[in-house]
């Protein structure tokens, strides 16, 4: 493969790479070299779900903390190709995996993450995005959400069409993130968040579906969802057939796609 950032129709993928049938695909691995697939036994996080046997990707430098599996960067892809050319905002970004997904979707993309602070950090994101050829369509900020995103958005004078939440995920810092975002999305917005296997990250999920967005989940394999409002539309999502999948009792009142 020549062409770091090309939409491909037909990837190698290995055994546990599901995609939803239906999705562009999108393959940036060239970018990322230092990721690998790691032991999702490992990880010291109570909400991962190991049972689920989709290959878990992590930074070989950091294996402990996961990145977005196949199946949940494809969402967050092909959401993005509904919002090309528009302003988009992530909260956590961590090596720049979900970044690079969504800048290849071509929106105009700020991401926010106190990790970028760190000089090791932020030289590997900013290379990994050079490398899949987005890094002038992303802005890289270092910084604590929810007092950034409100700081930034006063900067810039900016609205945000498309928003991915994956920030701090212990409460209340997934429901203060939601609660500013809500307030800095356009009339037209759709907000995703990744993780909702954890009650506090499902908290800004319900903020929202209490304020009249209208809310889907996606079984994946920590469980994405998005919320949405105005003339957008969510894409549509088949779980990957092989698996048995179950809804932990703090999602059973939401639809599940597909």
């Known amino acids: 493969m020549t062409e770091t950032n090309e939409i491909i129709k037909n990837v190698p993928l290995s055994t546990w790479d599901y995609i939803s049938p239906g999705f562009e695909i999108i393959y ?9 697939v790691g032991d999702p036994n490992s990880s010291y996080w109570p909400y991962l779900r190991p049972e689920i046997p989709h290959s878990w990707y992590v930074d070989k430098q950091e294996p402990f903390i996961g990145f977005l599996n196949r199946d949940e960067a494809h969402i967050l892809y092909n ?18 995996w979900s970044a690079c997904h969504l800048a290849l979707a071509g929106v105009e993309l ?6 970028l602070a760190k000089e090791d950090v932020y030289e590997n994101v900013t290379s990994s995005l050079r490398l899949a050829n987005v890094l002038d369509s992303v802005n890289l900020v270092d910084g604590y959400s929810p007092q950034k995103v409100e700081e930034l958005a006063k900067q810039l004078q900016r609205k945000w069409s498309l928003i991915f939440i994956d920030g701090d995920h212990e409460a209340p810092a997934p429901l203060n993130d939601t609660i500013i975002c809500e307030k800095l999305a356009e009339a037209d917005a759709l907000i995703l968040f990744h993780d909702l296997t954890s009650p506090d990250v499902t908290q800004g999920l319900d903020y929202l579906k209490q304020k009249g967005w209208n809310t889907i989940i996606y079984q994946t394999m920590q469980i994405m969802g998005a919320a949405w409002r105005g003339n957008v539309e969510p894409v549509k999502h088949q779980p990957d057939p092989k698996i048995n999948w179950n809804l932990p009792e703090h999602l059973a009142g939401y639809s599940v796609s597909a």
């Open 110 to 115: 700020d991401v926010i993450d106190p990790v």
């Open 79 to 96: 959401t993005g190709l509904k919002f090309a050319g528009k302003k988009a905002l992530e909260i956590g970004c961590w090596r720049g």
């Open 28 to 36: 940036p691995d060239y970018s990322f070299p230092n990721m690998i």
